[in-house]
Each structure stands twice: as C-alpha cells, then as structure tokens.
C-alpha cells in the first residue's frame, strides 16, 4: 500500500502529496460538511452513515480542489497560454474558478450530454465553453488536438497526479470529520476522486475498505481492477442518467492508483440511482445528481455489503437542472412505490376536475400532475371520445401503493369520473 513518503516515479500519489495540496488549496476550497444520517444507516443496516457533502462545495462539486492544486502549479508560460481541458460539466467549473482565481483564460469542451446547468455556470466563471462529442471521450480527443494546435495548456480532469492529490483531500477531512469510518464509498468515473481518497484512507489504516461505485451503463472500472497490471477495460460506449460519472475508461494514472487503493468495484442500476437521488432530497434535503448520489445507491441496494460498518459516503455533486431534477425525482418515487400516473375520462369539465382535486386531498395525497389531453389521442376507449367526456391524465405521490390503490378507488366510485388506466412506470 502507499506510504507517506513523496511521490517518485511511478506515478503513485502519496499522503505527502495529498497534504501538500491541502496547504496549496485551503484558501480556495471549503471544508465540506460530514452529516450522519440515522435514517441511511437504518435503511442500508450500517452502523452508522456519514454524508461527505461535496455538492455544497465551491462549484457544487469537489472537482475545485484538484483543478486549483494542478492549475496553482502552472508556470508562468503556461498560464499565459491559456488553460484548455474537457468534462462532463464538474471539472469545467472547478477548472474555470481556478482561472478566475489565478487570472487565467480557460476553455472547456464539453459532451453534448452536458446539462445547460453545468455549462452556464462554467460560463458564468469566465470559461469559453466549446460543445463537442456525443460522449466525453470524443470532448476529450477534441480539446487535446486543439492543444496541440493552440499551443494552450490541458488539463486533465482525472489522469494527473496533482488532479488527484486534491481530490484525496477529502480523504483527510474523513479522517477528521467521521474517526470511526471503516468503510468508504466512492464513485468512480475517471479514477481522480477515489485514487485520492483511497490513498490517505489506506496510509491511514491499510484495514479501511475503499469501494468505488459505477454505473451499470458505465461500469468499465472493475474488469480493469481485475485484469493483469497495465491492461485497461474500454467501454464501446456509455448509457446512464449519471452523466458526472458517465466515462469509458480509466486511464494509466489512475489505473495504477486504484489497483494500489481501491478494494472493491461495484456497480448500480439507474434505477437505484435515481431512488437514491429522491431518497437524498427528501430525507437528507440535499440536492444531488446523479453521480453523486451513486455511492449512497450502492449501499441501499445491497450491491455491497455494509451491515454493521461505519461507513463514509462521499456525495461528490449536486449539479443538475431543477427540472432534470424534478423528472429523477418522480422516477424514484415511482421504483419506492409512491407514485402513479392515471388515465381517467371526465364528465362536465372543469367543475369534475374540482371533484377529483378534493377527492385527491381527502385521501391524503399529493396530486402533482393534471394534463388535459386531446381527444382522440390514442386513450383506446370510446368514452373518451365522447363530445361530453375530456380525457384527463394525472400524477399523484402517496406513502405507498396501497394508499395510491385506495386514491384512485376513490376518484372510481366520483359519477363524473371514470377510471382508464393506470399508466406503466416509465
């Protein structure tokens, strides 16, 4: 296991290197909060459940610390020509307040997959912002032949060491902030984050479990754990809701490092994902996005095992469009049982939407959803089309299915009202 003697050659980051950055980055970066959560640890039958919150850091997301650790220690030549890097929305913000806090222009190309979110803020640094690839990997090719071109200075979202010694400085906060966690879950996309935090984690104490966590739409991480030394896994391509974490590859450095710190690679469906992302935001009152909320999903699904472990769960960021969030959202509710969608053909509208309203309230639900539809729209039922008769589709939250079942019953026995359908989960 690493050690805490400075880096050499190999290309393995060190403790030193890590507390290095930490002086470096101290006067730029916050100190995140650690919440426990009772609720979590119930849930996922740890013994206890603490919330590293990255999402609240500078940018939103902890890519701050290693961009300013990298970008402090640019000459001055290569200052002056200019920063160029790609990402998938977290690094573009964390490299474009670095270039404002160090008076450096900087470009960024990002993936169409991008949410608006992520781009206006990085433009909202001083950042020009470039949209190019389908995927990151095709961002990645573009902005390295334009350094080329250019001349301008890349930078790495995760394959630098001094990338991933400020990410590890999340590792000596844990330590700080939570003593008694014995395990660690991290996601993964490229490989800075969790080669940072495994390597303070294990310098620490070589006992500590490092779990990183992927996508099942981007799980490239674990086929490369598990090959020979100096293989890398490739994915062909890449399909997740998770687009922070959305990447085909590690790459040599970050290879290395996780083999060295990194026990164990898990991987979660987006549903789980999403039921994660709801889970945080209504118990946690935390807005995450998907990647974020990743290593939170891994423990509540039982992709890996916690029981009885003091387990630290890094919420690496919270960028995200409201409405984007607002759709994940409705999603988790709809895989934890507690939302349903329902076609139903009204008679006298609007006053039998009024009916259905009070009907929704006085069962104790939340009716989210109430779209007036087109007749004739392909409902399948004669009723609908009836001059007199508005096809109606409405969403409803309940505490659970039997109480959505008892919802719609109600709404039934209404004269005015006939249940269609309920709609299939999406």
């Known amino acids: ?45 740890a013994a206890s459940v603490g919330l590293k919150l990255e999402n609240v850091q500078r940018t939103g997301s902890f890519k701050i610390r290693g961009a300013y650790n990298k970008m402090a220690q640019l000459s001055a030549d290569e200052r ?17 307040l670095a270039g404002q806090v160090l008076d450096t222009d900087t470009t960024i190309v990002v993936p169409d997959v ?56 999340i590792g000596l906060e844990l330590r700080e902030q939570y003593p008694d966690l014995d395990t660690v879950l991290v996601a993964i996309g490229g490989g800075g984050l969790i080669s940072g935090i495994g390597t303070v984690l294990k310098a620490h104490d070589p006992t500590t479990r490092v779990i990183g ?32 974490i959305a990447d085909t590859r590690l790459l040599e450095t970050t290879a290395a490092n996780v083999r060295e ?63 984007d969030h607002a759709e994940l959202t409705r999603t988790g509710l709809h895989e934890l049982g507690r939302y349903a969608e329902a076609r139903l053909a009204v008679d006298g509208w609007p006053t039998a939407v009024s009916d259905v309203v009070e009907t929704v309230e006085a069962e104790g639900a939340e009716l989210d959803v109430l779209e007036r539809a087109r007749r004739g729209s392909g409902l399948g039922t004669d009723a609908v089309d009836h001059p007199n008769r508005v096809p109606v589709t409405v969403g409803l939250e309940g505490s659970g299915p039997d109480h959505l079942v008892g919802v719609l019953d109600a709404i039934a026995e209404l004269d005015s009202v006939d249940v269609l359908s309920s709609l299939p989960e999406e």
């Open 261 to 323: 710190v990194v026990d164990d690679v898990v991987s979660v469906s987006d549903r789980d994902i999403v039921t994660a992302v709801t889970l945080l935001a209504e118990r946690a009152k935390t807005v995450v996005e998907g990647a974020g909320a990743a290593p939170l999903a891994a423990a509540l699904s039982d992709a890996v095992d916690v029981a009885d472990k003091h387990v630290a769960v890094v919420i690496s960021g919270g960028n995200v469009n409201l409405t």
């Open 80 to 96: 002056e020509a200019g920063v160029i890097s790609s990402s998938a929305g977290n690094h573009a913000q964390g490299v474009a």
């Open 213 to 244: 966590v992927q996508p099942e739409g981007a799980a490239h991480a674990k086929p490369t754990l598990e090959s020979d030394p100096g293989e890398i896994h490739e994915l062909p391509d890449v399909d997740t809701v998770a687009e922070g």
């Open 114 to 169: 991008t949410p608006a979110a992520k781009i206006e803020a990085t433009r909202g640094y001083g950042a020009e912002v470039v949209v190019e690839g389908d995927i990151y990997e095709r961002s990645y090719e573009f902005a390295l032949e334009r350094a080329a071109e250019t001349g301008e200075t890349f930078v790495h979202p995760f394959d630098d060491e001094d990338i991933i010694a400020g990410q590890g400085t």
């Open 1 to 45: 296991m690493t050690d805490d003697t400075k880096n050499d050659d190999t290309g393995l980051v060190t403790r030193a290197d890590i507390e290095a950055a930490r002086e470096r980055i101290d006067d730029v970066v916050h100190r995140t909060p650690l919440d426990t959560s009772r609720t979590f640890a119930d849930l996922s039958g």
